[in-house]
């Protein structure tokens, strides 16, 4: 029987049928899951998606927090079900507390659209186990609130226990304190990712060349699961 | 509003003699006589309002439909077979296969963007992406084509930022990847941009939606944001007066969208058309309910009767005549069968968008509208949706159009040394019109859905038709406002050439046209000349090419006092490719590929 | 030096999506007693004790605020 | 019925890129003598006359404004 993960979708949403598209290419089974249903259909793990959430006018992610499925969502996070939120899902679960820290808009105040750079800096987490140590990947990052901000007791903990998941290379695209673009909480099990490896699992519409970089996000915890 | 006197049939009846602003209202007194004529009294305040909008020169064409015709006459007869809906819609829709149709369409929103560049742009996307749902499919892909003052200019750094963020966090917000587009610059263009907004969308052959209020008996529906004073006389402000004839007395022709919201209505209207609970649907765009009552009204059985107090309204201090012509973003209309009432509420339910019963169907041939139960309108909807004034304006040919084709560059210093030549190219590669446009599109997401094939920096956008098919279309726009100053015929044959060669360099087989129709005043002769050469050569460029014109948008009145921009066609031409694997990309991939030039 | 506030609100007629999504999410928080929310821009600046008001109009009407949607307000 | 105002400021300790985008700006107009632009947010709200402080606290502090990067100020 095919693993079943869940994408939330809340008003607003927008790569949420990428990320359904990207586990179903993974080799499991997308579950689509209602921001307003506390019921999660007997998921695995879920995917929070990238895009906006209840318009996100106030911060983004700041309304979704509350919603009945995050409801449920927080507690499963808190029991160890894997959470991987990508850009807006990242900004959800800092609000929903899963996760430290904050995300801000550009330092450049611009939308940027860009293929990037990342360097995966903690292979160990449910999500990212089918990459290397140090490995580079070229993904796509698209974001207007993607600059990642928390205190410097807390970089410098997440940075000492290994929770810095991906840094970005070359250019920082937003403004990211030391370079961040994901972080994941100290259990590894709740990862958040400004970057979008859901749109990088196909050769024909991921980024030239590196079509497939982001496709290990999504089977990396299948592996996981399986072996459990 | 309590003491607010509404102007009703019955006191129009009463009170035949009544002095009308309809002059102010963009009105001629030939057209306020027809008025009188067809309805047999003098127009209530509503009717006269929702007259002047419906026959602004914006909503009915009235200055473009002689020209226009020639798109429907010439269309050739190989192209017949795909088009599934032609021009009149509000898109055309074309069979491109697999069981799929497409519909595509591009549209002005010059004057809002000058005005307000941010929100300008932002509501000319939302309004193209109404359009495009309303036909039924799926909006897919988004693509811009942009014209500002010199790049260096003061008031180019006012309005290019904000109608590039505009057109980034519209589309943004609404998930729909950005997949090309143009930049020009220009100095004809410093008073008076241009932003032309195009919108793809793809759905079931046998699922197309039209405009049409049928069935006796049958619900009217008002869903989505709730109407406010934006852009009030808009519709007529922005097509019949010049940017600097805009008066303080006139209300801001302002429109502020909620990408939001409209990103929250295409999901909900996608789920009610998956259901099948409507029979037919209309956005609401420039002239709002005034349109959208009459324009499903005429095309169908005829009759509807709407009770305008029941409008859900932001601002509970508007009038029926405010309410009629409100430009409020975000809104759509439905007609829905009583049996699938409870269905189409619920759905709207579940999306949090507010949807309340404002009319019905009937057979009477009339447009009837209360408001607290005393009737202010009553007229034959056809007369305002399709019987708007029709105009064979004076045609003169510009009177240096000679001079200037005597010019040629043969006197212009040529470079004559590599060292001048290097200049001369490096000078090119800087100047904003070549320069590299990653600098905006950067800022417009092209990854989003999933289906992107081709982006910028490509000569055409393509995304692949579903993930469940390799079909594919391939979109582009181009236009040049120099080349058709100099010969309008060939300048608009030049855009559609440019175009076709872009979407067929990628691969695809190009299938349908659409087109913006930028130009001064058709009240001027030259211009009307300019734009009757422009239409008369796409007519028969497209004929020529075996390919039809599914649909378009004409904007008139860019003009600064009383200078006209560059006459500027701006052309997208959609093409079709059986497999997207199949691809040309631009970038030269493998060491040792022969190079060849085609053509002379 | 002197501290002056500017808060930037829209127009009264102008759609403010804004607070209308935040309205939405006091039902799910259980906060009750609200009735309407708009949201607006806020602005905390230092300036030079002698700089006019004059000048900080002109830079509120020009920089802070776009005065064909928004109203603000100045407070020394 | 009571107009509530909440403002809410980034922690000085965050980087505020509008704030740094509009002192910027300020040189290109000409306008001297600010010397610091910090931009947040500014709320209106209308809320009933018995609205007690201790809701308005937890509505600012769990909703209009995110503890970990921002403070906010209440008036009544
Ligand atoms: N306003 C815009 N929006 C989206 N894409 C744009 C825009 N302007 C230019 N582009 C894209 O940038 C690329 C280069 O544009 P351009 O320099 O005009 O190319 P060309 O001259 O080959 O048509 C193309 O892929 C085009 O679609």
């Given at each position: 029987?095919?693993?079943?993960?869940?994408?939330?979708?809340?008003?607003?949403?927008?790569?949420?049928?990428?990320?359904?598209?990207?586990?179903?290419?993974?080799?499991?089974?997308?579950?689509?899951?209602?921001?307003?249903?506390?019921?999660?259909?007997?998921?695995?793990?879920?995917?929070?998606?990238?895009?906006?959430?209840?318009?996100?006018?106030?911060?983004?992610?700041?309304?979704?927090?509350?919603?009945?499925?995050?409801?449920?969502?927080?507690?499963?996070?808190?029991?160890?079900?894997?959470?991987?939120?990508?850009?807006?899902?990242?900004?959800?679960?800092?609000?929903?507390?899963?996760?430290?820290?904050?995300?801000?808009?550009?330092?450049?105040?611009?939308?940027?659209?860009?293929?990037?750079?990342?360097?995966?800096?903690?292979?160990?987490?449910?999500?990212?186990?089918?990459?290397?140590?140090?490995?580079?990947?070229?993904?796509?990052?698209?974001?207007?609130?993607?600059?990642?901000?928390?205190?410097?007791?807390?970089?410098?903990?997440?940075?000492?226990?290994?929770?810095?998941?991906?840094?970005?290379?070359?250019?920082?695209?937003?403004?990211?304190?030391?370079?961040?673009?994901?972080?994941?909480?100290?259990?590894?099990n709740v990862v958040g990712l400004m970057p979008h490896p859901e749109h990088a699992v196909?050769?024909?519409?991921?980024?030239?060349?590196?079509?497939?970089?982001?496709?290990?996000?999504?089977?990396?915890?299948?592996?996981?699961?399986?072996?459990? | 509003?309590?003491?607010?006197?509404?102007?009703?049939?019955?006191?129009?009846?009463?009170?035949?003699?009544?002095?009308?602003?309809?002059?102010?209202?963009?009105?001629?007194?030939?057209?306020?006589?027809?008025?009188?004529?067809?309805?047999?009294?003098?127009?209530?305040?509503?009717?006269?309002?929702?007259?002047?909008?419906?026959?602004?020169?914006?909503?009915?064409?009235?200055?473009?439909?002689?020209?226009?015709?020639?798109?429907?006459?010439?269309?050739?007869?190989?192209?017949?077979?795909?088009?599934?809906?032609?021009?009149?819609?509000?898109?055309?829709?074309?069979?491109?296969?697999?069981?799929?149709?497409?519909?595509?369409?591009?549209?002005?929103?010059?004057?809002?963007?000058?005005?307000?560049?941010?929100?300008?742009?932002?509501?000319?996307?939302?309004?193209?992406?109404?359009?495009?749902?309303?036909?039924?499919?799926?909006?897919?892909?988004?693509?811009?084509?942009?014209?500002?003052?010199?790049?260096?200019?003061?008031?180019?750094?006012?309005?290019?930022?904000?109608?590039?963020?505009?057109?980034?966090?519209?589309?943004?917000?609404?998930?729909?990847?950005?997949?090309?587009?143009?930049?020009?610059?220009?100095?004809?263009?410093?008073?008076?941009?241009?932003?032309?907004?195009?919108?793809?969308?793809?759905?079931?052959?046998?699922?197309?939606?039209?405009?049409?209020?049928?069935?006796?008996?049958?619900?009217?529906?008002?869903?989505?944001?709730?109407?406010?004073?934006?852009?009030?006389?808009?519709?007529?402000?922005?097509?019949?007066?010049?940017?600097?004839?805009?008066?303080?007395?006139?209300?801001?022709?302002?429109?502020?969208?909620?990408?939001?919201?409209?990103?929250?209505?295409?999901?909900?209207?996608?789920?009610?058309?998956?259901?099948?609970?409507?029979?037919?649907?209309?956005?609401?765009?420039?002239?709002?309910?005034?349109?959208?009552?009459?324009?499903?009204?005429?095309?169908?059985?005829?009759?509807?009767?709407?009770?305008?107090?029941?409008?859900?309204?932001?601002?509970?201090?508007?009038?029926?005549?405010?309410?009629?012509?409100?430009?409020?973003?975000?809104?759509?209309?439905?007609?829905?069968?009583?049996?699938?009432?409870?269905?189409?509420?619920?759905?709207?339910?579940?999306?949090d968008v507010t949807a309340t019963v404002i009319g019905e169907v009937n057979n009477s041939?009339?447009?009837?509208?209360?408001?607290?139960?005393?009737?202010?309108?009553?007229?034959?909807?056809?007369?305002?949706?399709?019987?708007?004034?029709?105009?064979?304006?004076?045609?003169?040919?510009?009177?240096?159009?000679?001079?200037?084709?005597?010019?040629?560059?043969?006197?212009?210093?040529?470079?004559?040394?590599?060292?001048?030549?290097?200049?001369?190219?490096?000078?090119?590669?800087?100047?904003?019109?070549?320069?590299?446009?990653?600098?905006?599109?950067?800022?417009?997401?092209?990854?989003?859905?999933?289906?992107?094939?081709?982006?910028?920096?490509?000569?055409?956008?393509?995304?692949?038709?579903?993930?469940?098919?390799?079909?594919?279309?391939?979109?582009?726009?181009?236009?040049?406002?120099?080349?058709?100053?100099?010969?309008?015929?060939?300048?608009?044959?030049?855009?559609?050439?440019?175009?076709?060669?872009?979407?067929?360099?990628?691969?695809?087989?190009?299938?349908?046209?659409?087109?913006?129709?930028?130009?001064?005043?058709?009240?001027?002769?030259?211009?009307?000349?300019?734009?009757?050469?422009?239409?008369?050569?796409?007519?028969?460029?497209?004929?020529?090419?075996?390919?039809?014109?599914?649909?378009?948008?004409?904007?008139?009145?860019?003009?600064?006092?009383?200078?006209?921009?560059?006459?500027?066609?701006?052309?997208?031409?959609?093409?079709?490719?059986?497999?997207?694997?199949?691809?040309?990309?631009?970038?030269?991939?493998?060491?040792?590929?022969?190079?060849?030039?085609?053509?002379? | 030096?002197?501290?002056?506030?500017?808060?930037?609100?829209?127009?009264?007629?102008?759609?403010?999506?804004?607070?209308?999504?935040?309205?939405?999410?006091?039902?799910?928080?259980?906060?009750?007693?609200?009735?309407?929310?708009?949201?607006?821009?806020?602005?905390?600046?230092?300036?030079?004790?002698?700089?006019?008001?004059?000048?900080?109009?002109?830079?509120?009407?020009?920089?802070?605020?776009?005065?064909?949607?928004?109203?603000?307000?100045?407070?020394?």
């Amino acid at each position: 029987m095919a693993i079943r993960v869940g994408v939330v979708t809340f008003p607003g949403s927008l790569d949420d049928r990428d990320a359904l598209r990207a586990i179903r290419i993974a080799g499991a089974e997308p579950v689509p899951l209602w921001h307003g249903e506390k019921w999660l259909s007997d998921v695995a793990a879920v995917v929070l998606p990238g895009g906006f959430s209840y318009g996100d006018y106030l911060r983004a992610g700041a309304i979704a927090r509350f919603s009945p499925a995050m409801e449920s969502i927080i507690d499963g996070a808190r029991q160890g079900m894997p959470v991987l939120g990508i850009c807006n899902g990242f900004q959800v679960l800092c609000e929903a507390h899963l996760l430290p820290g904050a995300l801000i808009r550009n330092d450049h105040r611009k939308f940027v659209c860009r293929d990037q750079r990342l360097r995966i800096e903690n292979a160990d987490t449910l999500w990212t186990s089918g990459y290397q140590q140090g490995q580079e990947i070229v993904i796509p990052l698209k974001n207007g609130e993607g600059g990642y901000v928390a205190d410097e007791n807390t970089l410098n903990e997440l940075e000492s226990e290994g929770r810095v998941v991906a840094r970005y290379l070359q250019d920082n695209p937003n403004g990211s304190y030391r370079d961040i673009a994901g972080i994941s909480n100290a259990e590894g099990n709740v990862v958040g990712l400004m970057p979008h490896p859901e749109h990088a699992v196909e050769d024909l519409t991921g980024p030239a060349g590196h079509g497939t970089d982001g496709l290990p996000f999504f089977t990396s915890i299948l592996q996981k699961l399986v072996g459990i | 509003m309590a003491n607010y006197n509404v102007d009703t049939v019955k006191d129009a009846k009463k009170n035949p003699k009544l002095e009308q602003p309809y002059a102010e209202l963009g009105l001629a007194d030939n057209e306020y006589a027809r008025i009188r004529e067809i309805l047999g009294r003098r127009p209530t305040s509503s009717e006269l309002a929702m007259y002047s909008v419906m026959w602004s020169e914006h909503c009915s064409y009235k200055s473009s439909k002689v020209h226009l015709r020639q798109f429907g006459d010439k269309v050739p007869a190989q192209a017949k077979d795909v088009l599934l809906v032609g021009m009149g819609e509000n898109a055309g829709v074309v069979d491109v296969g697999e069981g799929y149709a497409v519909t595509f369409k591009i549209e002005s929103h010059n004057h809002p963007s000058f005005v307000e560049p941010h929100q300008g742009a932002a509501t000319g996307v939302g309004g193209i992406v109404r359009d495009i749902l309303t036909m039924g499919a799926r909006p897919v892909a988004v693509m811009d084509s942009l014209r500002f003052g010199p790049a260096n200019a003061a008031d180019t750094a006012r309005v290019l930022p904000g109608v590039v963020a505009g057109v980034g966090g519209y589309g943004n917000c609404l998930g729909l990847p950005n997949i090309g587009g143009e930049v020009v610059f220009d100095p004809t263009y410093l008073g008076n941009p241009l932003v032309n907004a195009l919108c793809v969308g793809v759905l079931k052959k046998d699922e197309i939606k039209l405009a049409k209020a049928e069935g006796p008996g049958s619900k009217v529906v008002l869903f989505g944001a709730r109407t406010g004073g934006d852009g009030i006389g808009g519709a007529s402000v922005l097509a019949s007066a010049t940017f600097e004839a805009e008066g303080e007395r006139k209300r801001p022709a302002v429109q502020v969208g909620d990408p939001f919201a409209e990103k929250v209505l295409i999901e909900c209207c996608l789920e009610i058309f998956a259901a099948d609970l409507v029979t037919g649907i209309q956005d609401l765009g420039a002239a709002g309910l005034s349109c959208a009552t009459t324009e499903l009204a005429a095309a169908g059985t005829g009759g509807m009767s709407v009770d305008l107090d029941r409008a859900p309204l932001r601002d509970e201090t508007l009038v029926p005549e405010e309410i009629l012509m409100s430009e409020s973003q975000e809104r759509m209309m439905a007609v829905v069968t009583p049996e699938n009432l409870g269905a189409f509420m619920d759905v709207c339910k579940k999306w949090d968008v507010t949807a309340t019963v404002i009319g019905e169907v009937n057979n009477s041939g009339r447009l009837t509208m209360r408001w607290h139960g005393d009737k202010i309108v009553d007229v034959p909807p056809r007369t305002l949706a399709h019987e708007g004034p029709v105009y064979q304006r004076p045609i003169s040919r510009p009177y240096d159009q000679d001079a200037l084709n005597g010019e040629h560059g043969n006197g212009l210093p040529r470079p004559n040394t590599g060292e001048k030549l290097r200049a001369t190219a490096l000078r090119l590669m800087a100047s904003p019109n070549l320069a590299d446009k990653s600098w905006i599109t950067d800022q417009y997401d092209r990854y989003v859905l999933g289906n992107t094939v081709l982006a910028q920096p490509e000569d055409s956008g393509m995304i692949r038709v579903s993930e469940n098919s390799n079909l594919g279309l391939a979109l582009a726009t181009d236009g040049n406002g120099r080349y058709t100053r100099l010969d309008p015929y060939t300048g608009a044959q030049l855009a559609l050439a440019e175009a076709y060669r872009n979407v067929a360099t990628t691969g695809a087989k190009p299938l349908a046209v659409t087109n913006c129709l930028n130009f001064g005043s058709p009240e001027d002769p030259a211009v009307m000349w300019q734009f009757s050469e422009a239409v008369r050569g796409l007519a028969d460029g497209c004929q020529q090419l075996g390919i039809p014109v599914t649909g378009g948008n004409v904007s008139f009145y860019n003009q600064t006092g009383t200078s006209p921009i560059l006459p500027t066609p701006v052309i997208g031409v959609l093409g079709l490719i059986a497999d997207v694997h199949q691809r040309t990309p631009i970038a030269f991939n493998h060491d040792g590929d022969h190079l060849f030039l085609l053509g002379d | 030096m002197t501290r002056v506030v500017v808060d930037v609100v829209m127009k009264p007629e102008i759609l403010d999506p804004q607070g209308q999504a935040i309205l939405g999410a006091l039902g799910r928080l259980g906060i009750e007693g609200v009735n309407s929310v708009r949201q607006g821009k806020h602005f905390e600046l230092d300036v030079d004790d002698n700089l006019d008001d004059e000048t900080l109009t002109r830079l509120a009407d020009t920089l802070l605020a776009n005065p064909v949607i928004e109203d603000f307000t100045i407070r020394r």
